[in-house]
């Protein structure tokens, strides 16, 4: 017998089953595709154009990049390098872990998945970030959607309670201590960590209804540091999905344990002084002393089980106790650059003549919010270009992820240039490159890569200019961020009449909750 006859005969006999299965499936799944790609095309529905890979099924060209650029300080860099590779278009997509992925910088497409399609879009279908930061937490208002989403930000209700957010009073004792610090007479001083130590006292006295009193133990602000590594480890593990496996986590677990054994006890005394509290009313005592007002208190009106409250406040502080002071300490390094601008800022501070600093006030001025504005979306950074420097758009928040709740077409993103309806398939991934979309000269004109407060004023607002998302997820501490930084910055510029880099070195980010420079803010002030 022939050998093709013998091979013929061997598959006819053994593998026929999973031949036809495979066959079927094959045809099944090709099907689907010409389907729809026949219905897209008569919609007028166009596909989005697709970056091009070594590795076209898993990405992990992709995936071994972007570690690296994270890893080597480059991250903004590695980001603007793939967009400009795709000039044609603000949108496409790659393929990471066998997942599509677009990526976007377009204003249209950043409005769809937050508002117009939000109900389309959610947190929930980017498994790989529970699985990331899993022991860590769970639920929370950062990682769930639905109900579960709705019971998180209920629980965090004293974010948008007006009498919270405009008080500048849980912020003065803070801040006063914070400029006691400061040496006077021109000596060099890194505003980063002590700006860090003055949001860690403001953090956790809001959150706990006690302060750790950082800015006068400085060994008590390990724990930010702590939830720093928890959060570089938790993008890590995001990152690698499902070669998790193949790092050592035990240094990250430690991390975590050291951040539940901060987080557990005050949630244990609260509830024990909630019950105690419930029974002392019960019995008709009047020599209450009077009700707390942090946010756990209120937490714990609503809410008993322990490990669920650890999880619920544990990503309350990984999305909180390191962004206002990043924020900050990035306006202060271009305020320390730029003398002309802080000489503005003092003058708006000095036509207030004795007026208390209140929410109403520092939201009124102007030019201190043109600056804050502005810091938001520039910052230095350092990559391969001739002159060793480039300025970069950047927001406190790099980008943002959602993912597909099922199929849904989108007005923009599809077509060679992007410009047509395209089919979103349900588990499609969106991320939103606001690193990018602020820096657009498109949008902001061919001075987009210069440090300019002036073009905030008059601003109105738009899609495409959004530090604290939009729509029903909008970051519940927006007004809280621009109370602080506003209180703490004009403090600053009515305290000392100059302000002087001290750093030669160009601006390098660090990836953080947002980027910070890696050598610092080292400067000098002068009384």
């Not at 849980?170 to 060099?188: C, M, S, W, Y």
């Not at 650890?310 to 999305?319: D, G, P, T, W």
């Not at 708006?348 to 504005?373: A, H, T």
């Not at 950074?381 to 002159?387: E, K």
């Amino acid at each position: 017998m022939a050998l093709h006859q013998l091979v013929l005969q061997q598959i006819s006999t053994r593998n026929l089953p999973v031949l036809a299965i495979g066959a079927a499936f094959l045809i099944f799944i090709l099907r689907k595709l010409f389907t729809i790609s026949v219905k897209s095309e008569a919609k007028g529905w166009k596909p989005i154009p697709r970056y091009w890979q070594w590795d076209p099924i898993w990405g992990l060209d992709l995936v071994a990049s972007q570690i690296h650029a994270l890893r080597s300080n480059q991250f903004l860099a590695w980001l603007a390098k793939l967009h400009a590779s795709m000039p044609h278009t603000k949108t496409f997509s790659i393929n990471m872990f066998g997942v599509k992925w677009i990526y976007t910088y377009d204003p249209e497409v950043l409005k769809a998945v937050y508002a117009t399609h939000f109900k389309e879009f959610g947190v929930t279908p980017i498994g790989n970030l529970r699985r990331g930061l899993t022991p860590f937490a769970d639920k929370g208002a950062i990682t769930t959607d639905g109900e579960d989403w709705k019971h998180s930000r209920f629980l965090i209700q004293p974010f948008f309670d007006r009498q919270v957010y405009t008080s500048t009073d849980r912020v003065a004792r803070h801040t006063d201590q914070f400029i006691k610090l400061l040496p006077e007479n021109g000596e060099t001083v890194d505003l980063q960590p002590l700006l860090q130590r003055w949001f860690l006292d403001i953090a956790t006295e809001f959150i706990f209804g006690k302060s750790t009193e950082a800015l006068v133990y400085p060994e008590r602000a390990k724990i930010a540091n702590t939830m720093l590594d928890v959060l570089d480890g938790g993008r890590l593990r995001a990152q690698l999905n499902r070669l998790m496996f193949l790092r050592d986590w035990t240094p990250w677990l430690k991390s975590v344990d050291e951040i539940h054994a901060f987080v557990t006890p005050p949630i244990q005394e609260t509830i024990k002084e909630k019950h105690e509290r419930e029974k002392k009313i019960k019995e008709g005592a009047t020599d209450l002393e009077p009700e707390r007002t942090d946010l756990l208190w209120t937490m714990v009106q609503n809410l008993e089980d322990v490990e669920e409250l650890r999880s619920q406040i544990c990503l309350i502080l990984v999305a909180n106790i390191d962004t206002t002071s990043v924020f900050i300490s990035n306006c202060v390094w271009w305020l320390a650059r730029y003398p002309d601008v802080w000489d503005k800022i003092r003058q708006e501070v000095q036509d207030l003549g004795d007026i208390p600093m209140n929410f109403s006030v520092l939201r009124n001025m102007k030019y201190l919010n043109c600056v804050m504005n502005e810091s938001k979306c520039i910052i230095s950074l350092t990559y391969s270009q001739a002159n060793g420097k480039a300025h970069r758009m950047i927001p406190n928040n790099v980008s943002q992820l959602r993912g597909a709740f099922e199929d849904v077409v989108i007005p923009v993103g599809g077509g060679p240039d992007g410009k047509s309806q395209t089919l979103i398939r349900k588990g499609d991934l969106v991320l939103i490159n606001k690193t990018v979309m602020y820096r657009d000269s498109e949008a902001w004109g061919d001075d987009s890569n210069e440090f300019k407060p002036e073009r905030f004023d008059g601003y109105r607002g738009s899609w495409g200019f959004l530090p604290f998302g939009g729509g029903p997820r909008r970051c519940p501490a927006q007004m809280m961020v621009q109370t602080e930084a506003a209180y703490i910055l004009a403090h600053l510029a009515k305290t000392f009449k100059r302000i002087e880099p001290r750093d030669p070195e160009p601006y390098v980010p660090v990836m953080r909750i947002g980027p910070s420079n890696k050598t610092g803010v080292k400067v000098a002030l002068y009384r």
